[in-house]
């Protein structure tokens, strides 16, 4: 079935960028919207950001809007999550998503029962 790997978490200073990076395997990859979650501990996992099939389309949590971008590279069955502007409440395990269904407006968006398949997370984190 589909498999997800993420890599490119580490340590960074507030302020500072990451590029998280999430390789896609399995099955036909432009058949899925992919998204972010992030799960920090004690907490629930909560959306982060999703794109569209095609990367026509993306969503974000209004907590990162303005400092997060996610793309996706459809040839090379990639999707990325360039993180800018780091805060310490940032700090989180973050996973990446694939979703076969389609995806309409920002309540569907932010549902983690709008996607299929899950990667095991990379942990980031910001200090202060």
């Known amino acids: 079935q589909v498999q997800l790997v993420e890599s490119g978490g580490g340590l960074v200073q507030a302020g500072g960028s990451l590029r998280l990076s999430c390789a896609f395997s399995?099955?036909?990859?432009?058949?899925?919207?992919m998204g972010w979650f992030r799960q920090a501990p004690g907490n629930e996992r909560e959306f982060v950001a999703r794109?569209?099939?095609?990367?026509?389309?993306?969503d974000y949590a209004d907590s990162v809007k303005g400092r997060f971008t996610i793309s996706r590279v459809n040839a090379k069955n990639m999707v990325y999550l360039q993180m800018n502007s780091l805060k310490p409440e940032d700090t989180a395990v973050y996973y990446c998503?694939?979703?076969?269904?389609?995806?309409?407006?920002?309540?569907?968006?932010?549902?983690?029962?709008?996607?299929?398949?899950w990667g095991q997370g990379t942990q980031v984190t910001v200090s202060s």
């Open positions: 399995g099955r036909t990859f432009s058949s899925y919207a």
């Open positions: 794109i569209s099939r095609s990367g026509a389309l993306t």
């Open positions: 998503t694939a979703g076969s269904r389609i995806i309409s407006g920002i309540t569907a968006a932010q549902a983690m029962g709008s996607y299929d398949y």
